[in-house]
């Protein structure tokens, strides 16, 4: 009997399941919110481990394609204190076995792999019903209706399928991060360019730091983290994008030139990004014809694991389907089993890399997490 199968969001997570599913011949139907696939930018770089992001694309058949699209000396990194001081520089050996790429690339080698019909744009989730027997209905803001043998929520942190299995709600953990780009670095700003170097670039202090990345065609992508409340989040996102710059950069008074130029230097309008998570040990009761996968499963700080786990996440659900084509239970059963452990474990990983950078014995904490993730 043929099944049907709904994934919610055409993230990297959902679309790496509607193709490792597209693999063994089963087919899904991907419904997506955004109205098409260039609705909006899709973020800047993203580095896809061996160990995991790289496995599953290998089960998505489409690893070759993937070493394409990296992004040469995009695993360097450097570690500078508030002055300017270079604390650890590691080069691109190519060694590390987590290459760069574009996030918006990377979707698109997804997009292009599967049947012509399969992601449906526009179509944003307003309400779930359970119909029993494990069935679900889906209610879209434009109106329309579906019904599904299986859900899968690959929606995100504001999950909209998740309420289906969990109380669980994402919480601010006191960290925002601040988004702007530098175009043309080496020529329009070079002080900075020659800062950051060509690849993966922190200063940091306690409760404060810039991360930047140089991406292709001599762009500087920059988060500058501060742990501040909520109501300090609210002030600066109200204000004007000028104004808001000069107050995010007012909280690195004394910092090098150089580094503070990362924010006062943006080009584009400054996006806020409140951090949230869910509990580090987030798991639910098996509910019959549902499932969770990515930041709808568990969220948790950014620590260069999220991609790579949602992709995991998915490869992982699409085996396990195909190994139990005729018991979806056994199927989701088999996939949580190894999603609560691997999430748990992420999150205590995630935790430390946060630690690592704003901790109050940051930036020389970094220093050594870097030194021993090289070594390790």
């Known amino acids: 009997m043929t099944r049907t199968i709904a994934i919610v969001?055409?993230?990297?997570?959902?679309?790496?399941?509607?193709?490792?599913?597209?693999?063994?011949?089963?087919?899904?139907?991907?419904?997506?919110?955004?109205?098409?696939?260039?609705?909006?930018?899709?973020?800047?770089?993203?580095?896809?481990?061996?160990?995991?992001?790289?496995?599953?694309?290998?089960?998505?058949?489409?690893?070759?394609?993937?070493?394409?699209?990296?992004?040469?000396?995009?695993?360097?990194?450097?570690?500078?204190?508030?002055?300017?001081?270079?604390?650890?520089?590691?080069?691109?050996?190519?060694?590390?076995?987590?290459?760069?790429?574009?996030?918006?690339?990377?979707?698109?080698?997804?997009?292009?792999?599967l049947p012509a019909g399969t992601v449906q744009w526009g179509r944003k989730l307003a309400a779930v019903a359970a119909l029993g027997a494990g069935r679900h209905a889906l209610t879209f803001t434009d109106g329309s209706t579906v019904s599904t043998d299986l859900l899968v929520g690959a929606d995100g942190a504001w999950s909209k399928v998740r309420p289906l299995l969990s109380e669980a709600k994402p919480a601010y953990i006191g960290t925002t991060f601040i988004e702007t780009y530098l175009s043309d670095a080496d020529v329009r700003h070079p002080a900075s360019a020659r800062a950051v170097g060509g690849g993966a670039f922190f200063a940091m202090a306690p409760g404060r730091g810039i991360f930047a990345h140089r991406e292709p065609d001599g762009m500087?992508?920059?988060?500058?983290?501060?742990?501040?409340?909520?109501?300090?989040?609210?002030?600066?996102?109200?204000?004007?994008?000028?104004?808001?710059?000069?107050?995010?950069?007012?909280?690195?008074?004394?910092?090098?030139?150089?580094?503070?130029?990362?924010?006062?230097?943006?080009?584009?309008?400054?996006?806020?990004?409140?951090?949230?998570?869910?509990?580090?040990?987030?798991?639910?009761?098996?509910?019959?014809?549902?499932?969770?996968?990515?930041?709808?499963a568990h969220l948790m700080p950014p620590a260069g694991d999220g991609a790579n786990l949602a992709m995991v996440d998915g490869a992982e659900l699409g085996q396990a389907i195909a190994a139990h084509p005729d018991d979806l239970e056994a199927a989701l059963t088999a996939y949580e089993q190894t999603l609560f452990p691997r999430s748990i474990e992420a999150?205590?990983?995630?935790?430390?890399?946060?630690?690592?950078?704003?901790?109050?014995?940051?930036?020389?904490?970094?220093?050594?997490?870097l030194n021993h993730a090289r070594d390790a």
Do not use: N
Request: net charge negative.
């Open 9 to 113: 969001g055409a993230g990297l997570g959902g679309l790496m399941l509607a193709r490792v599913l597209h693999v063994h011949g089963i087919a899904s139907t991907v419904y997506e919110a955004e109205a098409s696939p260039t609705a909006r930018t899709q973020g800047g770089m993203l580095d896809i481990h061996d160990d995991s992001g790289q496995l599953a694309l290998k089960a998505a058949r489409l690893h070759d394609e993937f070493v394409r699209l990296i992004h040469p000396g995009g695993q360097a990194s450097r570690v500078l204190d508030q002055h300017g001081a270079v604390l650890l520089d590691h080069p691109d050996d190519g060694l590390g076995g987590r290459p760069e790429v574009r996030r918006g690339e990377l979707r698109r080698l997804l997009l292009d792999a």
């Open 220 to 296: 500087l992508h920059t988060y500058v983290a501060v742990q501040k409340p909520m109501a300090w989040v609210a002030g600066i996102e109200v204000a004007d994008p000028a104004v808001a710059l000069r107050r995010v950069a007012a909280e690195f008074d004394g910092w090098d030139p150089a580094l503070t130029a990362l924010i006062t230097d943006g080009e584009t309008d400054p996006v806020l990004r409140p951090l949230h998570a869910l509990p580090s040990d987030h798991r639910w009761d098996r509910v019959p014809g549902v499932t969770l996968l990515g930041d709808a």
């Open 347 to 369: 999150a205590a990983g995630a935790a430390e890399v946060l630690d690592a950078c704003l901790g109050h014995e940051a930036p020389h904490s970094l220093v050594r997490f």
